[in-house]
């Protein structure tokens, strides 16, 4: 990888994790050397079948490369990354996060601050848990996974899970493509009437909802994150108001359960701010705006 101080240009290269298959990632090098010796390097980590270029995550990126240097991930099974993602795989993208740090640590970066957005809000979480990481920043996790929105899957989806264990929930591709499989199967019309291949001409992935991956994800209990070593670790939760797909209730829920932590100088290791008018996608300048000024505030 080129270093901050020969090339401002950011950087493709890939990880290899320790289950055999590769992580991709883009470096941006922060554009402030006294910047990136204050506040290190962050990694930005995004939600449920996007990827590491994701508006919203190269939003992120843009806005806060005069700050820090920034790594962005694509997990397992998503973008340009190996393996095969899975609905309950929090864990598994946590120990992605993992492989991404040391490398990173290895050839000499200093990791201080991990975000995750939806999804990856609770990955990042996870993260923290198992690893001592400085900074952690939850843009819209949820708190409570034992339960889903009543309409993401549909009643003939519902029906193959319960009958079979298991459907396609979507194709995807590398870079967002997506076709929706309503009756859980790449039906004949979806055939016919769809190019299922990706940009580069591969066959579409398909994304298969399995009886025992909904198990795991309701498995997890977010209250784990009271475990979080508080001499080691501050936490900010995000959370929009105006949230439809991963309720603002969440936000109150991951500040009820880290409230009452704090380090040895008396001080609480968690901050929530409620983004009024804010969406779960924070696709509008205003939004991401509010978003980075956020962190910003936080960080310094």
């Given at each position: 990888m080129t270093s901050?101080?020969?090339?401002?240009?950011?950087?493709?290269?890939?990880?290899?994790?320790?289950?055999?298959?590769?992580?991709?990632?883009?470096y941006h090098p922060c554009t402030s050397q006294e910047n990136e010796i204050k506040n290190g390097t962050i990694i930005l980590c995004h939600g449920l079948l996007s990827g590491k270029e994701h508006p919203l995550i190269s939003?992120?990126?843009?806005?806060?490369?005069?700050?820090?240097?920034?790594?962005q991930l694509d997990f397992r099974g998503n973008g340009n990354s190996g393996g095969d993602t899975a609905y309950g795989n929090y864990y598994d993208e946590a120990e992605d996060v993992r492989d991404v740090v040391v490398h990173l640590e290895t050839i000499g970066?200093?990791?201080?601050?991990i975000l995750g957005h939806?999804?990856?809000?609770?990955?990042?979480?996870?993260?923290?848990?198992?690893?001592?990481?400085?900074?952690?920043?939850n843009v819209s996790g949820r708190f409570d996974l034992s339960t889903m929105p009543?309409?993401?899957?549909?009643?003939?989806?519902?029906?193959?899970l319960k009958e079979n264990g298991e459907f396609i929930w979507m194709l995807y591709?590398?870079?967002?493509?997506?076709?929706?499989?309503?009756?859980?199967?790449?039906s004949e019309e979806i055939k016919n009437n769809n190019d299922l291949l990706d940009n580069d001409g591969e066959a579409l992935r398909e994304y298969v909802v399995r009886q025992i991956d909904i198990e795991r994800r309701y498995a997890i209990d977010m209250n784990v994150i009271k475990q979080i070593n508080p001499e080691n670790t501050r936490i900010l939760t995000i959370h929009g108001d105006a949230d439809t797909i991963v309720p603002v209730e969440n936000g109150y829920l991951h500040d009820k359960?880290?409230?009452?932590?704090?380090?040895?100088?008396?001080?609480?290791?968690?901050?929530l701010q409620i983004l009024?008018?804010?969406?779960?996608?924070?696709?509008?300048?205003?939004?991401q705006e509010k978003l980075l000024s956020t962190v910003l505030n936080w960080i310094n």
């Open positions: 901050t101080s020969e090339k401002l240009e950011k950087t493709y290269f890939k990880v290899r994790s320790r289950n055999g298959f590769d992580i991709s990632c883009v939003g992120i990126a843009e806005g806060l490369k005069n700050y820090f240097s920034v790594c970066k200093n990791v201080t601050t939806s999804k990856a809000g609770s990955v990042v979480l996870l993260y923290a848990v198992k690893y001592n990481i400085p900074q952690v920043i009543s309409n993401r899957f549909t009643p003939a989806q519902n029906k193959l591709g590398k870079h967002g493509k997506k076709i929706q499989t309503p009756d859980g199967i790449i359960t880290l409230s009452e932590i704090k380090n040895k100088e008396g001080q609480a290791i968690h901050t009024p008018g804010v969406s779960h996608g924070y696709r509008s300048k205003e939004e």
